[in-house]
Protein backbone atom coordinates (compact mmCIF):
# COMPACT_ATOMS: atom_id res chain seq x y z
CA UNK A 1 0.00 0.00 0.00
CA UNK A 2 1.40 3.29 -0.99
CA UNK A 3 2.48 6.00 2.16
CA UNK A 4 -0.36 8.01 2.45
CA UNK A 5 1.98 11.11 3.36
CA UNK A 6 5.42 10.97 2.49
CA UNK A 7 7.68 13.52 4.12
CA UNK A 8 11.13 14.02 3.19
CA UNK A 9 14.00 15.44 5.52
CA UNK A 10 17.35 15.78 5.75
CA UNK A 11 19.55 12.65 7.29
CA UNK A 12 21.27 13.61 10.57
CA UNK A 13 22.73 12.15 13.94
CA UNK A 14 19.03 11.27 14.62
CA UNK A 15 17.96 8.84 11.83
CA UNK A 16 21.42 7.45 10.62
CA UNK A 17 21.10 4.48 11.72
CA UNK A 18 17.38 3.94 10.22
CA UNK A 19 19.06 5.09 6.90
CA UNK A 20 22.02 2.59 7.47
CA UNK A 21 18.88 -0.20 8.24
CA UNK A 22 16.74 0.96 5.43
CA UNK A 23 18.04 -1.84 3.06
CA UNK A 24 17.71 -4.83 5.05
CA UNK A 25 13.62 -3.86 4.34
CA UNK A 26 13.98 -3.31 0.72
CA UNK A 27 15.70 -6.65 0.43
CA UNK A 28 14.36 -8.70 2.73
CA UNK A 29 12.61 -10.95 0.53
CA UNK A 30 15.85 -11.30 -1.61
CA UNK A 31 18.23 -14.43 -0.25
CA UNK A 32 20.70 -13.63 -2.81
CA UNK A 33 21.47 -9.82 -2.12
CA UNK A 34 24.84 -8.77 -0.26
CA UNK A 35 24.45 -6.25 2.52
CA UNK A 36 27.46 -3.24 1.97
CA UNK A 37 29.61 -2.90 4.36
CA UNK A 38 27.72 -0.75 6.83
CA UNK A 39 30.21 1.47 8.84
CA UNK A 40 31.42 2.40 4.94
CA UNK A 41 27.87 3.85 4.23
CA UNK A 42 27.85 5.83 7.67
CA UNK A 43 31.15 7.09 7.32
CA UNK A 44 30.41 8.38 3.91
CA UNK A 45 27.01 10.40 5.84
CA UNK A 46 28.72 11.81 8.84
CA UNK A 47 31.99 12.73 6.75
CA UNK A 48 34.24 10.50 7.93
CA UNK A 49 35.28 8.78 4.49
CA UNK A 50 38.40 9.79 2.74
CA UNK A 51 36.07 10.85 -0.24
CA UNK A 52 34.00 13.73 2.24
CA UNK A 53 37.14 15.11 3.11
CA UNK A 54 36.85 16.92 -0.13
CA UNK A 55 32.88 16.19 -1.36
CA UNK A 56 29.75 17.10 -0.54
CA UNK A 57 27.38 15.46 0.09
CA UNK A 58 23.46 16.04 1.68
CA UNK A 59 21.27 12.73 2.46
CA UNK A 60 17.62 11.90 2.88
CA UNK A 61 15.55 10.13 4.37
CA UNK A 62 11.46 9.62 3.05
CA UNK A 63 8.85 9.21 6.18
CA UNK A 64 6.15 7.31 6.16
CA UNK A 65 4.46 8.65 9.47
CA UNK A 66 7.39 7.43 12.04
CA UNK A 67 8.41 4.84 9.74
CA UNK A 68 11.79 5.30 6.97
CA UNK A 69 10.72 4.08 3.48
CA UNK A 70 13.33 5.47 1.55
CA UNK A 71 16.63 7.46 1.08
CA UNK A 72 18.86 8.78 -1.00
CA UNK A 73 21.74 11.31 -0.99
CA UNK A 74 22.67 14.20 -3.23
CA UNK A 75 26.65 14.03 -4.25
CA UNK A 76 28.90 17.00 -5.19
CA UNK A 77 32.52 15.73 -6.43
CA UNK A 78 34.33 18.79 -7.35
CA UNK A 79 36.64 17.01 -9.52
CA UNK A 80 33.62 15.89 -11.68
CA UNK A 81 32.17 18.53 -14.31
CA UNK A 82 28.98 18.22 -16.49
CA UNK A 83 29.82 18.97 -20.21
CA UNK A 84 29.35 22.85 -19.44
CA UNK A 85 31.66 22.65 -16.92
CA UNK A 86 29.05 23.07 -14.24
CA UNK A 87 29.34 21.40 -10.79
CA UNK A 88 28.18 17.30 -11.40
CA UNK A 89 25.50 16.43 -9.70
CA UNK A 90 24.89 12.56 -8.20
CA UNK A 91 22.35 10.83 -6.41
CA UNK A 92 23.37 8.25 -4.56
CA UNK A 93 22.45 5.88 -2.04
CA UNK A 94 19.19 4.91 -3.17
CA UNK A 95 17.01 2.65 -1.52
CA UNK A 96 13.31 3.13 -1.58
CA UNK A 97 9.84 1.05 -1.10
CA UNK A 98 8.13 0.08 -4.76
CA UNK A 99 5.70 3.29 -4.43
CA UNK A 100 6.71 6.25 -7.14
CA UNK A 101 5.68 9.28 -4.49
CA UNK A 102 8.41 8.12 -2.16
CA UNK A 103 11.39 8.21 -4.78
CA UNK A 104 9.64 11.31 -6.52
CA UNK A 105 9.82 13.06 -3.44
CA UNK A 106 13.48 11.82 -2.13
CA UNK A 107 14.71 13.12 -5.75
CA UNK A 108 12.68 16.80 -5.12
CA UNK A 109 14.85 16.85 -2.15
CA UNK A 110 18.09 15.65 -3.94
CA UNK A 111 17.44 17.59 -7.57
CA UNK A 112 16.29 21.07 -4.76
CA UNK A 113 19.85 20.63 -2.94
CA UNK A 114 22.00 19.87 -6.48
CA UNK A 115 20.18 23.02 -7.90
CA UNK A 116 21.41 25.44 -4.57
CA UNK A 117 24.95 24.32 -5.51
CA UNK A 118 25.03 25.25 -9.17
CA UNK A 119 24.38 21.87 -10.73
CA UNK A 120 22.40 21.68 -13.68
CA UNK A 121 22.55 17.80 -14.65
CA UNK A 122 22.78 15.09 -12.37
CA UNK A 123 23.20 11.33 -12.92
CA UNK A 124 22.28 8.13 -10.46
CA UNK A 125 22.66 5.98 -9.41
CA UNK A 126 26.17 7.38 -8.44
CA UNK A 127 27.94 7.74 -5.15
CA UNK A 128 30.47 9.98 -5.97
CA UNK A 129 32.71 8.89 -8.83
CA UNK A 130 32.79 5.84 -11.03
CA UNK A 131 35.65 4.70 -8.32
CA UNK A 132 32.66 4.41 -6.08
CA UNK A 133 29.13 2.15 -6.28
CA UNK A 134 27.24 3.38 -9.23
CA UNK A 135 24.38 1.87 -11.63
CA UNK A 136 20.88 -0.41 -11.83
CA UNK A 137 21.21 -3.68 -12.77
CA UNK A 138 18.27 -4.31 -15.16
CA UNK A 139 18.94 -7.75 -16.66
CA UNK A 140 20.31 -11.09 -14.95
CA UNK A 141 18.17 -10.95 -11.71
CA UNK A 142 17.83 -14.38 -11.82
CA UNK A 143 22.24 -15.34 -11.61
CA UNK A 144 24.04 -15.66 -8.35
CA UNK A 145 25.23 -12.10 -7.24
CA UNK A 146 29.11 -11.38 -7.26
CA UNK A 147 31.15 -9.71 -4.99
CA UNK A 148 31.05 -6.50 -5.81
CA UNK A 149 27.85 -6.36 -7.99
CA UNK A 150 25.32 -3.58 -8.51
CA UNK A 151 22.02 -5.07 -7.11
CA UNK A 152 18.84 -3.56 -6.48
CA UNK A 153 14.97 -4.26 -7.10
CA UNK A 154 13.97 -4.54 -10.23
CA UNK A 155 11.13 -1.97 -9.80
CA UNK A 156 14.73 0.65 -9.03
CA UNK A 157 14.52 1.22 -12.98
CA UNK A 158 11.18 1.95 -13.59
CA UNK A 159 11.40 4.54 -10.28
CA UNK A 160 14.27 6.41 -12.09
CA UNK A 161 12.64 6.70 -15.40
CA UNK A 162 9.20 8.07 -13.64
CA UNK A 163 11.07 10.58 -12.07
CA UNK A 164 12.57 11.95 -15.65
CA UNK A 165 15.69 10.03 -15.69
CA UNK A 166 17.36 8.70 -18.98
CA UNK A 167 19.73 6.20 -19.60
CA UNK A 168 23.36 7.36 -20.06
CA UNK A 169 25.27 4.45 -20.07
CA UNK A 170 25.17 0.72 -20.20
CA UNK A 171 27.38 -2.23 -19.10
CA UNK A 172 26.95 -6.23 -19.70
CA UNK A 173 28.52 -9.51 -17.53
CA UNK A 174 29.26 -12.65 -19.11
CA UNK A 175 28.80 -15.86 -16.87
CA UNK A 176 31.23 -18.42 -18.14
CA UNK A 177 32.26 -21.40 -17.13
CA UNK A 178 35.44 -24.00 -18.25
CA UNK A 179 34.40 -24.25 -22.10
CA UNK A 180 33.73 -20.65 -22.72
CA UNK A 181 36.80 -19.35 -20.82
CA UNK A 182 38.94 -21.64 -23.19
CA UNK A 183 36.89 -19.97 -26.08
CA UNK A 184 37.97 -16.55 -24.83
CA UNK A 185 41.85 -17.47 -24.60
CA UNK A 186 40.97 -18.98 -28.06
CA UNK A 187 39.49 -15.65 -29.56
CA UNK A 188 41.88 -13.39 -28.37
CA UNK A 189 44.60 -15.96 -29.28
CA UNK A 190 45.63 -13.35 -32.36
CA UNK A 191 46.37 -10.33 -30.62
CA UNK A 192 47.72 -11.69 -27.80
CA UNK A 193 50.67 -13.78 -29.95
CA UNK A 194 51.54 -10.22 -31.73
CA UNK A 195 52.27 -8.79 -28.62
CA UNK A 196 54.17 -11.43 -27.62
CA UNK A 197 56.06 -11.80 -30.78
CA UNK A 198 57.16 -7.96 -30.39
CA UNK A 199 58.68 -8.87 -26.65
CA UNK A 200 57.53 -5.08 -25.67
CA UNK A 201 55.50 -5.35 -23.05
CA UNK A 202 55.57 -8.04 -19.87
CA UNK A 203 53.29 -8.89 -17.09
CA UNK A 204 53.96 -8.77 -13.73
CA UNK A 205 51.96 -10.00 -10.74
CA UNK A 206 52.17 -8.78 -7.13
CA UNK A 207 53.42 -12.04 -5.73
CA UNK A 208 55.53 -11.17 -2.73
CA UNK A 209 55.17 -7.78 -3.35
CA UNK A 210 54.29 -4.74 -0.15
CA UNK A 211 50.63 -3.94 -0.52
CA UNK A 212 51.46 0.00 0.62
CA UNK A 213 54.00 -0.54 -2.47
CA UNK A 214 51.43 -1.89 -5.16
CA UNK A 215 48.68 0.49 -4.08
CA UNK A 216 51.24 3.06 -4.95
CA UNK A 217 51.70 2.03 -8.15
CA UNK A 218 48.18 1.62 -8.91
CA UNK A 219 47.89 4.74 -8.02
CA UNK A 220 50.05 6.50 -10.20
CA UNK A 221 48.37 4.56 -12.97
CA UNK A 222 45.10 5.27 -12.82
CA UNK A 223 44.66 8.67 -13.79
CA UNK A 224 45.96 7.83 -17.04
CA UNK A 225 44.73 4.45 -17.58
CA UNK A 226 40.98 6.09 -16.80
CA UNK A 227 41.18 9.41 -17.87
CA UNK A 228 38.11 10.39 -20.25
CA UNK A 229 36.14 7.56 -18.44
CA UNK A 230 32.26 7.81 -17.76
CA UNK A 231 32.49 9.48 -14.16
CA UNK A 232 36.11 9.14 -12.98
CA UNK A 233 37.71 11.39 -11.17
CA UNK A 234 41.56 11.36 -9.75
CA UNK A 235 41.05 9.77 -6.11
CA UNK A 236 43.21 11.25 -3.47
CA UNK A 237 45.67 8.24 -1.73
CA UNK A 238 43.66 7.29 1.18
CA UNK A 239 40.54 7.07 -0.82
CA UNK A 240 42.47 4.94 -2.65
CA UNK A 241 43.36 2.61 0.44
CA UNK A 242 39.55 2.96 1.74
CA UNK A 243 38.24 1.44 -1.90
CA UNK A 244 41.03 -0.65 -2.95
CA UNK A 245 42.92 -2.90 0.01
CA UNK A 246 40.23 -4.85 1.61
CA UNK A 247 39.78 -6.34 -1.98
CA UNK A 248 43.61 -6.43 -2.62
CA UNK A 249 43.47 -8.66 1.41
CA UNK A 250 41.48 -11.51 -0.33
CA UNK A 251 43.11 -11.50 -4.01
CA UNK A 252 45.40 -14.41 -4.98
CA UNK A 253 49.39 -13.07 -5.80
CA UNK A 254 48.53 -13.64 -9.14
CA UNK A 255 45.27 -12.25 -9.09
CA UNK A 256 46.73 -8.34 -10.01
CA UNK A 257 48.84 -8.14 -12.78
CA UNK A 258 50.53 -4.58 -14.58
CA UNK A 259 51.56 -4.45 -18.58
CA UNK A 260 54.69 -3.30 -18.11
CA UNK A 261 57.16 -1.56 -20.87
CA UNK A 262 60.08 -3.53 -21.47
CA UNK A 263 61.98 -0.79 -22.60
CA UNK A 264 61.49 1.70 -20.70
CA UNK A 265 60.03 0.14 -17.93
CA UNK A 266 56.65 2.39 -17.63
CA UNK A 267 53.70 0.75 -15.92
CA UNK A 268 51.29 1.15 -19.15
CA UNK A 269 47.78 -0.83 -17.74
CA UNK A 270 46.57 -3.45 -15.17
CA UNK A 271 44.08 -6.10 -15.12
CA UNK A 272 42.75 -7.68 -12.15
CA UNK A 273 40.03 -10.43 -10.78
CA UNK A 274 39.38 -11.47 -7.64
CA UNK A 275 38.02 -15.08 -5.87
CA UNK A 276 34.18 -14.52 -5.42
CA UNK A 277 33.81 -14.29 -2.34
CA UNK A 278 30.23 -13.62 -2.61
CA UNK A 279 28.84 -15.55 0.02
CA UNK A 280 31.42 -15.22 2.55
CA UNK A 281 30.70 -11.40 2.59
CA UNK A 282 27.03 -11.92 2.79
CA UNK A 283 27.47 -13.83 6.07
CA UNK A 284 28.85 -10.61 7.30
CA UNK A 285 25.60 -9.12 7.45
CA UNK A 286 27.30 -5.78 6.75
CA UNK A 287 30.23 -5.69 9.35
CA UNK A 288 33.17 -5.44 7.89
CA UNK A 289 35.33 -6.59 11.41
CA UNK A 290 34.83 -10.17 10.30
CA UNK A 291 36.04 -9.59 6.52
CA UNK A 292 38.67 -11.68 5.28
CA UNK A 293 38.18 -14.42 8.11
CA UNK A 294 37.29 -16.90 5.75
CA UNK A 295 41.32 -16.88 4.15
CA UNK A 296 42.45 -19.21 7.11
CA UNK A 297 40.79 -22.13 5.37
CA UNK A 298 42.80 -22.22 2.79
CA UNK A 299 39.79 -22.71 0.41
CA UNK A 300 38.72 -20.31 -2.94
CA UNK A 301 36.26 -20.22 -4.43
CA UNK A 302 35.74 -22.01 -7.90
CA UNK A 303 34.26 -18.84 -9.35
CA UNK A 304 36.78 -15.77 -10.02
CA UNK A 305 35.57 -12.11 -10.95
CA UNK A 306 37.46 -10.84 -13.98
CA UNK A 307 36.53 -7.17 -13.13
CA UNK A 308 38.95 -4.77 -14.27
CA UNK A 309 41.41 -4.04 -17.72
CA UNK A 310 42.71 -0.60 -18.06
CA UNK A 311 45.39 0.77 -20.49
CA UNK A 312 46.67 3.77 -21.27
CA UNK A 313 45.35 5.38 -24.29
CA UNK A 314 48.93 4.50 -26.04
CA UNK A 315 48.71 0.89 -25.81
CA UNK A 316 44.98 0.39 -26.46
CA UNK A 317 45.25 -0.58 -29.93
CA UNK A 318 48.17 -2.79 -30.45
CA UNK A 319 47.00 -5.71 -28.69
CA UNK A 320 47.93 -5.27 -25.26
CA UNK A 321 44.46 -5.65 -23.35
CA UNK A 322 44.30 -9.41 -25.16
CA UNK A 323 47.83 -9.70 -24.15
CA UNK A 324 47.10 -9.07 -20.57
CA UNK A 325 43.92 -10.81 -20.82
CA UNK A 326 45.23 -13.87 -21.38
CA UNK A 327 48.12 -13.82 -18.87
CA UNK A 328 45.18 -12.91 -16.31
CA UNK A 329 42.86 -15.63 -17.31
CA UNK A 330 45.25 -18.24 -17.51
CA UNK A 331 46.36 -17.10 -13.63
CA UNK A 332 42.85 -17.61 -12.73
CA UNK A 333 43.17 -21.10 -13.60
CA UNK A 334 45.92 -21.75 -11.79
CA UNK A 335 44.52 -20.47 -8.97
CA UNK A 336 41.93 -23.81 -9.83
CA UNK A 337 38.74 -21.09 -11.06
CA UNK A 338 36.62 -22.82 -13.58
CA UNK A 339 33.80 -20.67 -13.19
CA UNK A 340 34.04 -16.76 -14.05
CA UNK A 341 31.96 -13.19 -14.43
CA UNK A 342 33.63 -10.99 -16.70
CA UNK A 343 32.39 -8.04 -14.91
CA UNK A 344 30.79 -4.70 -16.24
CA UNK A 345 32.18 -4.64 -19.42
CA UNK A 346 31.25 -1.33 -20.87
CA UNK A 347 29.38 -1.35 -24.13
CA UNK A 348 32.04 -0.68 -26.45
CA UNK A 349 34.30 -3.34 -25.85
CA UNK A 350 32.51 -6.10 -28.09
CA UNK A 351 35.48 -9.36 -27.59
CA UNK A 352 33.70 -11.29 -25.10
CA UNK A 353 30.36 -11.62 -27.59
CA UNK A 354 32.36 -13.88 -29.04
CA UNK A 355 32.20 -16.27 -26.95
CA UNK A 356 28.55 -15.71 -25.73
CA UNK A 357 25.75 -13.16 -25.32
CA UNK A 358 25.64 -11.67 -21.95
CA UNK A 359 23.95 -12.64 -19.53
CA UNK A 360 23.66 -8.93 -17.08
CA UNK A 361 23.05 -5.92 -18.26
CA UNK A 362 23.11 -2.38 -15.86
CA UNK A 363 22.83 1.12 -16.62
CA UNK A 364 23.49 4.60 -15.41
CA UNK A 365 20.72 7.09 -15.78
CA UNK A 366 20.68 11.33 -16.34
CA UNK A 367 18.38 14.27 -16.21
CA UNK A 368 18.76 17.84 -16.57
CA UNK A 369 17.78 19.73 -13.48
Not at 74 to 98: C, K, M, W, Y
Not at 299 to 319: D, F, M, N, Q
Request: aromatic fraction near 10%; charge should be negative; include cysteine.
Amino acid sequence: MAPSLVAVDPADSANLERFVDLPRRVYADDPRWIEPMRESVAADLVGKSAFRAYAGLQAFVAMDGDEVVGRCAALLNPRLLAADDTPLGQVGHFESIDDRQVARALFAAAFDWLRARGARFASGPMNGGAHRAHRLLVEGFEQEPFLLEPRNPPYYPRLFADSGFQRLHTWRSFDWQLPQIERLLDAISGGEERVRKRGDYRVETTDGADRGAVLGRLHTLLDAAWSGHLGYAALDSAELVEGFAGLLAVMSPRSLGVLVDAHSGADAGLAYYYPDYAAEVRALRGEASGWGRWLASGVRPKRAVYHTIALRPEVRSIGAAQFLLAEMVRNSLADGHDRCVVALVDEGFRIFERVSPPSRRYELYGRPL
